[in-house]
């Protein structure tokens, strides 16, 4: 997975990296947290790496060895870069934080994955520990991405991103045509399928209480306060449960 879509992913992924990397620095501050080595779930190329690593000790996993190749040219010499399934994440000792950022969390399987990484999180946050991830909501996949196509053209890459939403299931598939061009003036043509599972808000909030972790808030997109009903990316803190399974 994103074995091609790694080789041009900065080239199109345009998130605004140090806002977010300011948002939890914000939401650690509000929960009265300065956690010393924070995860970075889900790391990808790495690009907030670096602005974690300003103030920070800091992990990176991610399934994909291509991401990791690239995040690992960003990184500093001190960050531990390990390729994990998150929902088998097992790291060597405890973490002060943790984050999921840019709907990794939709990018798992199912439910049950969902739930299982939750509650490794859990268990590998010191006591008091923030978990803080974001996800895609429902409403963004039948409402922004569900039969729509996306054109993407850089001196890097030519693609074409189509959406395919399925409201019963919850599950949009994506399909990602990519044109390389070549020294000779042609293009090289490549595919690569990709799949994200929508979840409730109230399916999420009964995920982290039964991992064991504590909810402590619900927010919209990079601002705290109470998301909207036509919300595109929710974010939701978790502290360390009590009673943590599998410790």
């Known amino acids: 997975m994103y074995s091609i879509l790694s ?55 991610d399934l994909s060895p291509e991401m990791l190749a690239i995040a690992r040219e960003k990184a500093g010499p001190d960050t531990l870069l390990l390729c994990q399934d998150m ?17 990794g969390v939709n990018a798992l399987p199912d439910a049950r994955a969902v739930e299982r990484m939750f509650s490794r ?21 039948e409402h922004v991405l569900h039969q ?14 189509e959406n395919e939403y399925d409201g019963e299931t919850g599950v949009c598939d994506f399909l990602l045509t990519f044109f390389f061009p070549q020294p000779d003036g042609s293009y090289r043509r490549e595919e690569e399928c ?4 929508a979840y409730t808000k109230e399916q999420l909030c009964g995920m982290v ?27 939701f803190v978790a502290r360390k449960g009590k009673n943590a399974p599998n410790q």
């Open 7 to 61: 080789q041009c992913y900065d080239a199109l992924v345009g998130a605004d990296y140090p806002a977010m990397a300011e948002f939890y620095e914000a939401i650690w501050e509000r929960f009265g947290q300065n956690p010393q080595i924070v995860l970075d779930l889900g790391c990808g190329t790495g690009n907030l790496l670096p602005f974690l690593e300003q103030k920070r000790q800091v992990i990176g996993v």
């Open 87 to 103: 929902a088998e994440l097992d790291l060597f000792g405890t973490v002060d934080a943790a984050i999921c950022a840019l709907d």
């Open 121 to 141: 999180v859990n268990l590998f946050l010191s006591g008091g520990g923030l978990f803080i991830f974001d996800v895609n909501t429902p409403y963004k996949f």
């Open 194 to 197: 990709m799949r994200e599972k």
């Open 148 to 161: 729509q196509t996306f054109v993407y053209d850089t001196d890097e890459v030519f693609l074409v991103w």
């Open 209 to 235: 209480e039964r991992s064991g972790l504590e909810l402590l808030a619900v927010y919209g997109d990079g601002r705290m306060q109470e998301p909207a009903c036509d919300e595109q990316r929710l974010y």
